[in-house]
């Protein structure tokens, strides 16, 4: 007789080693299905309160532009107008500068009119007040005074 192989005393050796309990697998817990819909339920309101937030800060952000914008505009709407309302200072000064009387002599001076011999200034009217509309209220005299002023000529009637 031959005796055995390397192989076969190696294998003979383990299965003596091994005990008979641990070639029996051990018994796994009983497996029992679950409702399917809970977990989707709850992942999707996750996402739907994901979805919120990321929508309620888009919504902030653009609201933020916007606002910027506006500003944008705002800053330069003020620029311009305070640039026109120089512009308009200018020309006020202007105006008035050429409505002074002394002014209106020398021009006519230099146009060889006749100097006036008095100056009265004009009140200013407004530009709401139709043409021909008496811009101040009559005042009525006592009888006595409007016949005696009228007899000697009244200083409103001697000018014109």
């Known amino acids: 007789m031959t005796p055995p192989s390397a192989a076969a005393q190696r294998a003979a050796a383990v299965r003596a080693t091994r005990a008979p309990s641990q070639r029996v697998q051990p018994k796994q817990p009983s497996l029992r299905v679950l409702d399917a819909r809970q977990p989707r339920r709850g992942r999707l309101l996750r996402l739907l309160a994901a979805a919120l937030v990321v929508g309620s800060l888009l919504a902030v952000v653009v609201g933020h532009s916007i606002l910027a914008q506006g500003q944008v505009r705002l800053s330069s709407a003020e620029s311009q107008m305070s640039s026109e309302q120089a512009i308009h200072r200018q020309l006020l000064a202007a105006v008035a500068e050429a409505e002074n009387p002394a002014q209106i002599i020398a021009e006519a001076k230099k146009l ?49």
């Open 112 to 160: 060889n009119l006749v100097t006036p011999s008095s100056i009265r200034q004009l009140p200013a009217v407004p530009l709401t007040t139709p043409v021909g509309q008496a811009t101040t209220t009559p005042t009525t005299a006592p009888a006595s005074t409007a016949s005696s002023t009228a007899a000697a000529g009244s200083p409103a009637t001697a000018g014109r």
